[in-house]
């Protein structure tokens, strides 16, 4: 018995000592590190949080492609509601809700949050070139497919 309390003792102080692991976290705004796992939990399912660090990604991206920041965030907004997790049932991923061809195209992985809201809205930029800055035609063409936009000569009469 008193074998196995020293072995649990040395155990515990062992794993205090060294084997302790830190780990970061983001509590009201600053990053705070701690010698237990929060995983990241707090943050992820902090809807402001997210909210906001969508809203910056995509306004960034706005910027790198000059592409207007509203009309972005309305085409994110109309797509997914800022749900990095959302998947349609046409098989869209993320928040720009780009599927898995247009993603293969833009060679990005539309899984990872920065690569889908860049990748979408280097897309949005050359779908508004291809219809001269015609934002009703961009966003249609993004919504169901520049082949439809160009078959209807418009926006289709989908619902």
Do not use: W
């Not at 796992?37 to 809807?47: A, L, R, W, Y």
């Not at 991206?61 to 000059?66: F, I, L, P, T």
């Not at 949005?124 to 001269?132: A, I, P, Q």
């Not at 160009?150 to 619902?159: E, I, R, S």
């Amino acid at each position: 018995m008193k074998y196995l309390i020293a072995l649990s003792l040395f155990l515990g102080y062992y794993n205090i000592c060294f084997a302790s692991n830190i780990y970061a976290t983001i509590e009201n705004g600053q990053i705070v590190y701690k010698n237990r796992p929060t995983f990241f939990s707090n943050v992820i399912n902090n809807p402001n949080y997210k909210r906001s660090f969508i809203k910056d990604l995509l306004e960034k991206a706005a910027q790198k492609y000059g592409v207007n920041e509203r009309f972005v965030l309305a085409i994110a907004m109309a797509e997914s509601g800022l749900n990095h997790s959302a998947i349609s049932n046409k098989g869209a991923i993320g928040v720009m809700q780009i599927i898995p061809s247009t993603a293969s195209l833009l060679n990005i992985n539309p899984y990872n949050l920065e690569q889908n809201i860049y990748g979408g809205v280097k897309y949005l930029k050359f779908l508004l070139d291809k219809y001269s800055g015609n934002y009703t035609l961009a966003a249609a063409a993004y919504n169901c497919g520049p082949n439809n936009v160009d078959k209807y000569n418009g926006v289709p009469p989908f619902a």
